[in-house]
């Protein structure tokens, strides 16, 4: 493979804009590639490829004088990211798209791809950072974004390249002010790419898999701990495990989602505490080393943002990592990753199956 | 400019260097308008009208002044279609537009905007050679019918269309008839006399002219409603005559009639590519039954997709496209190949290799060499299910 030339995921925002313009000064043959991964000209916004973040990366691509190409992945973003997506929320899960997305996506079909084209290396504009084929944490620990990258291996791991890894947002901006990128000032996009207006309850509705298993769109009860009414709500598919509002009013203590129960269409609240767990089954384990690691200790992070937590885990007979925390953590939700890290470096994750205790 | 092998003259061909030659004179002091009355206005009008001339014999017109020059072949189509139409409709209240499901996006976008205007469209299928129900299209011409439009020769797949046939019985009926011969013109003989047409539409950068010209063929005696309104081109078309595109036409017109005899060639490449690319596994030629421009192939390469194969093959030093080339260089699935009837991922996996004047015999050796290595490595890195 030609080790000079470096496949570029522009998604047409500042980071992987900059990612693309630091690999050119550094001398590599850089390629430009924008994935449409909704059909058409749907409005998606981020990372999805909606036809305004295309033409900021053609734009950015023309400006740095490097090759650019679209390629549509529509068909396989809607099998491995939406639908696992939607089945998570009827499940009464919240799931971890951009995980999945990395995984088949990005570091699957586009760094296969970037091999067919003869390609040493696939970068993109994430925050974190690669060395010898092992993944750590980003400079910027607000940006580190291996919360979404953890289930890689040695295979892509010692393909990418993570140029902005090593910088913060702001160096990132005045780094593509200084060369005049078109997307130096663009705003970031915080939600899910595929989602407008951050309407999960409709895009779940909507999607032809809700036809008959829309139990989690269905009104139900909302309960305590003891089983106890407290009202009602529209479907479990507006709640997530530790949300605080949009409950009962009238009851003196706030109220936090504390489980959610899709099939029995019902959404179980309870106090602050109740939320709070130490024991959790974690399934789909992937380790970044390639070698499964059956019990040992480390930092979990159960959320993008939660600062990684000391834990003890063991691999148990169904296959599964049971974790125990060293203290109970606020909020471990089913659907959601579970990230492990030694220090700075990634170990490996999976998704949280189930709340033990 | 990168070296690479080009294979996708159906996108557009090299300018030729007789006409660089040719329009040079007007980017200097050949500038004058050729609608004005002093001498170097004259000059230049006497340019235009040899550049007609050309164009007229390329097609075989018998009078120059039948053929009118637009800014391309998307125009000359959209003048036809359109002019045609709302003459008809004015004239005779005929509203009924009839097809082939394989014409050219720029005849396809206009149909549901004369859908919308009340125009009734009728389109034609084809078979799985990509040859057009005859039968089935002749039937559906009645006292309503404005126009048929079927074109020469499908950029996709090069398969060459009756129109002949169809042209006569138009003619019988007293329907207008237009040909898109925007591929087949300088590829193949084509004469508007033997074929019947009406109208016909032509493009300059197809035969190694220059983008922004193309030309329309209307037979004498047709009216059309004029897209662009003004005096210029006897008032079919207006604004000022793009002097450079059209001396271009004229020149790449001439030498594309002069080379016609030259087919043999290109048959020859076209074998050499077929026989290099069907020796791989799981490959079809697509079209490959019924007639075609000797210089077109298109391929159905299972187990990848044909966008994502294209940009390998550039990679790997060879221009060739996954089916038309469009405004974004995005891939959607082609309407040629699913007219005809192939499963989604054949046509997915589509591939057009098309040669013209400046191949040599490196390029398509070189095309040859690298396809096999190419396409196994795309394979083992495809989700598309083979």
């Given at each position: 493979?030609?080790?000079?030339?470096?496949?570029?995921?522009?998604?047409?925002?500042?980071?992987?804009?900059?990612?693309?313009?630091?690999?050119?000064?550094?001398?590599?043959?850089?390629?430009?590639?924008?994935?449409?991964?909704?059909?058409?000209?749907?409005?998606?916004?981020?990372?999805?490829?909606?036809?305004?973040?295309?033409?900021?990366?053609?734009?950015?691509?023309?400006?740095?004088?490097?090759?650019?190409?679209?390629?549509?992945?529509?068909?396989l973003?809607?099998?491995k990211?939406?639908?696992?997506?939607?089945?998570?929320?009827?499940?009464?899960?919240?799931?971890?798209?951009?995980?999945?997305?990395n995984r088949f996506v990005k570091f699957g079909h586009l760094l296969g791809?970037?091999?067919?084209?003869?390609?040493?290396?696939?970068?993109?504009?994430?925050?974190?950072?690669?060395?010898?084929?092992?993944?750590?944490?980003?400079?910027?620990?607000?940006?580190?974004?291996?919360?979404?990258?953890?289930?890689?291996?040695?295979?892509e791991?010692?393909?990418?390249?993570?140029?902005?890894?090593?910088?913060?947002?702001?160096?990132?901006?005045?780094?593509?002010?200084?060369?005049?990128?078109?997307?130096?000032?663009?705003?970031?996009?915080?939600?899910?790419?595929?989602?407008?207006?951050?309407?999960?309850?409709?895009?779940?509705?909507?999607?032809?898999?809700?036809?008959?298993?829309?139990?989690?769109?269905?009104?139900?009860?909302?309960?305590?701990?003891?089983?106890?009414?407290?009202?009602?709500?529209?479907?479990?598919?507006?709640?997530?495990?530790?949300?605080?509002?949009?409950?009962?009013?009238?009851?003196?203590?706030?109220?936090?989602?504390?489980?959610?129960?899709?099939?029995?269409?019902?959404?179980?609240?309870?106090?602050?505490?109740?939320?709070?767990?130490?024991?959790?089954?974690?399934?789909?384990?992937?380790?970044?080393?390639?070698?499964?690691?059956?019990?040992?200790?480390?930092?979990?992070?159960?959320?993008?943002?939660?600062?990684?937590?000391?834990?003890?885990?063991?691999?148990?007979?169904?296959?599964?990592?049971?974790?125990?925390?060293?203290?109970?953590?606020?909020?471990?939700?089913?659907?959601?990753?579970?990230?492990?890290?030694?220090?700075?470096?990634?170990?490996?994750?999976?998704?949280?199956?189930?709340?033990?205790? | 400019?990168?070296?690479?092998?080009?294979?996708?003259?159906?996108?557009?061909?090299?300018?030729?260097?007789?006409?660089?030659?040719?329009?040079?004179?007007?980017?200097?002091?050949?500038?004058?308008?050729?609608?004005?009355?002093?001498?170097?206005?004259?000059?230049?009008?006497?340019?235009?009208?040899?550049?007609?001339?050309?164009?007229?014999?390329?097609?075989?017109?018998?009078?120059?002044?039948?053929?009118?020059?637009?800014?391309?072949?998307?125009?000359?189509?959209?003048?036809?279609?359109?002019?045609?139409?709302?003459?008809?409709?004015?004239?005779?209240?005929?509203?009924?537009?009839?097809?082939?499901?394989?014409?050219?996006?720029?005849?396809?976008?206009?149909?549901?905007?004369?859908?919308?205007?009340?125009?009734?469209?009728?389109?034609?299928?084809?078979?799985?050679?990509?040859?057009?129900?005859?039968?089935?299209?002749?039937?559906?011409?009645?006292?309503?019918?404005?126009?048929?439009?079927?074109?020469?020769?499908?950029?996709?797949?090069?398969?060459?269309?009756?129109?002949?046939?169809?042209?006569?019985?138009?003619?019988?009926?007293?329907?207008?008839?237009?040909?898109?011969?925007?591929?087949?013109?300088?590829?193949?003989?084509?004469?508007?006399?033997?074929?019947?047409?009406?109208?016909?539409?032509?493009?300059?950068?197809?035969?190694?002219?220059?983008?922004?010209?193309?030309?329309?063929?209307?037979?004498?005696?047709?009216?059309?409603?004029?897209?662009?309104?003004?005096?210029?081109?006897?008032?079919?078309?207006?604004?000022?005559?793009?002097?450079?595109?059209?001396?271009?036409?004229?020149?790449?017109?001439?030498?594309?009639?002069?080379?016609?005899?030259?087919?043999?060639?290109?048959?020859?490449?076209?074998?050499?590519?077929?026989?290099?690319?069907?020796?791989?596994?799981?490959?079809?030629?697509?079209?490959?039954?019924?007639?075609?421009?000797?210089?077109?192939?298109?391929?159905?390469?299972?187990?990848?997709?044909?966008?994502?194969?294209?940009?390998?093959?550039?990679?790997?030093?060879?221009?060739?496209?996954?089916?038309?080339?469009?405004?974004?260089?995005?891939?959607?699935?082609?309407?040629?190949?699913?007219?005809?009837?192939?499963?989604?991922?054949?046509?997915?996996?589509?591939?057009?290799?098309?040669?013209?004047?400046?191949?040599?015999?490196?390029?398509?050796?070189?095309?040859?060499?690298?396809?096999?290595?190419?396409?196994?490595?795309?394979?083992?890195?495809?989700l598309?299910?083979?």
């Amino acid at each position: 493979m030609n080790q000079k030339r470096v496949i570029v995921a522009m998604s047409g925002g500042v980071d992987s804009s900059v990612a693309a313009a630091l690999l050119v000064e550094q001398g590599f043959e850089v390629i430009g590639v924008t994935l449409q991964l909704l059909p058409g000209a749907s409005t998606g916004f981020g990372c999805c490829g909606s036809p305004a973040d295309i033409a900021d990366a053609v734009a950015v691509a023309s400006r740095l004088n490097i090759s650019h190409y679209v390629i549509t992945m529509d068909e396989l973003f809607e099998d491995k990211v939406i639908r696992p997506f939607v089945e998570s929320y009827l499940r009464g899960d919240t799931p971890n798209p951009c995980a999945l997305c990395n995984r088949f996506v990005k570091f699957g079909h586009l760094l296969g791809l970037s091999e067919a084209w003869d390609a040493g290396f696939l970068a993109t504009g994430h925050y974190a950072r690669v060395k010898e084929g092992k993944l750590y944490r980003a400079q910027d620990e607000n940006k580190d974004q291996t919360y979404f990258l953890y289930n890689l291996g040695p295979r892509e791991l010692f393909r990418l390249v993570f140029p902005v890894g090593d910088l913060s947002k702001p160096e990132v901006r005045s780094y593509a002010r200084r060369l005049g990128l078109e997307t130096a000032d663009k705003p970031e996009s915080q939600e899910i790419c595929f989602i407008p207006n951050r309407d999960y309850r409709g895009f779940v509705k909507s999607h032809p898999l809700s036809s008959g298993l829309d139990f989690a769109l269905k009104s139900g009860p909302i309960k305590d701990v003891s089983g106890r009414e407290l009202g009602r709500h529209q479907g479990t598919v507006d709640y997530t495990i530790g949300q605080r509002k949009g409950l009962v009013s009238g009851s003196h203590a706030p109220k936090y989602v504390v489980r959610l129960d899709p099939k029995n269409q019902t959404v179980i609240v309870g106090e602050k505490e109740e939320t709070m767990s130490s024991v959790c089954e974690i399934s789909d384990m992937t380790w970044t080393s390639g070698n499964p690691i059956a019990q040992g200790q480390a930092l979990v992070r159960i959320r993008h943002r939660h600062p990684p937590a000391p834990a003890h885990f063991s691999l148990n007979k169904e296959g599964r990592l049971r974790v125990r925390f060293d203290s109970p953590q606020r909020a471990i939700t089913p659907g959601q990753s579970a990230v492990f890290y030694r220090g700075e470096e990634v170990l490996g994750g999976g998704m949280i199956k189930e709340v033990i205790e | 400019m990168l070296e690479s092998a080009y294979l996708d003259y159906n996108a557009t061909a090299p300018i030729r260097p007789e006409v660089m030659g040719a329009v040079s004179p007007f980017l200097k002091d050949g500038f004058a308008n050729p609608n004005s009355p002093y001498r170097i206005g004259q000059e230049v009008r006497r340019a235009l009208e040899l550049a007609r001339e050309r164009v007229a014999r390329l097609l075989g017109a018998k009078n120059p002044g039948e053929i009118v020059f637009t800014s391309s072949g998307s125009e000359a189509n959209s003048a036809a279609l359109y002019g045609a139409a709302w003459h008809s409709l004015q004239q005779s209240g005929r509203n009924k537009i009839i097809v082939s499901a394989v014409e050219h996006e720029s005849m396809r976008e206009i149909l549901p905007i004369l859908s919308s205007q009340g125009f009734k469209i009728y389109e034609t299928g084809v078979d799985s050679n990509g040859l057009i129900d005859d039968g089935s299209l002749l039937e559906a011409i009645d006292e309503r019918t404005a126009l048929v439009s079927v074109m020469q020769a499908n950029n996709e797949t090069g398969v060459i269309q009756p129109i002949e046939k169809i042209a006569a019985v138009c003619r019988e009926r007293g329907v207008l008839f237009h040909s898109d011969a925007v591929q087949s013109a300088g590829k193949i003989p084509l004469d508007v006399e033997t074929l019947g047409v009406d109208l016909l539409s032509i493009s300059g950068h197809k035969l190694g002219a220059l983008k922004g010209a193309g030309a329309l063929y209307i037979r004498n005696g047709v009216k059309l409603f004029p897209l662009i309104a003004g005096l210029q081109e006897k008032r079919r078309r207006g604004g000022t005559e793009n002097v450079i595109g059209i001396v271009a036409l004229g020149v790449a017109a001439q030498l594309s009639l002069a080379e016609l005899s030259n087919s043999q060639r290109y048959l020859s490449w076209r074998r050499q590519i077929e026989d290099g690319c069907l020796s791989a596994s799981n490959v079809r030629l697509n079209g490959g039954e019924g007639p075609r421009l000797p210089n077109t192939s298109n391929f159905s390469i299972e187990g990848v997709d044909g966008h994502s194969l294209a940009i390998a093959f550039d990679l790997a030093g060879v221009c060739v496209s996954s089916g038309s080339a469009c405004a974004t260089g995005l891939s959607s699935p082609s309407h040629v190949l699913r007219a005809m009837g192939l499963p989604k991922n054949l046509i997915k996996g589509a591939l057009r290799v098309s040669t013209g004047w400046r191949t040599t015999q490196e390029e398509v050796d070189r095309f040859i060499e690298v396809f096999p290595r190419v396409v196994n490595k795309m394979r083992s890195v495809s989700l598309v299910p083979a």
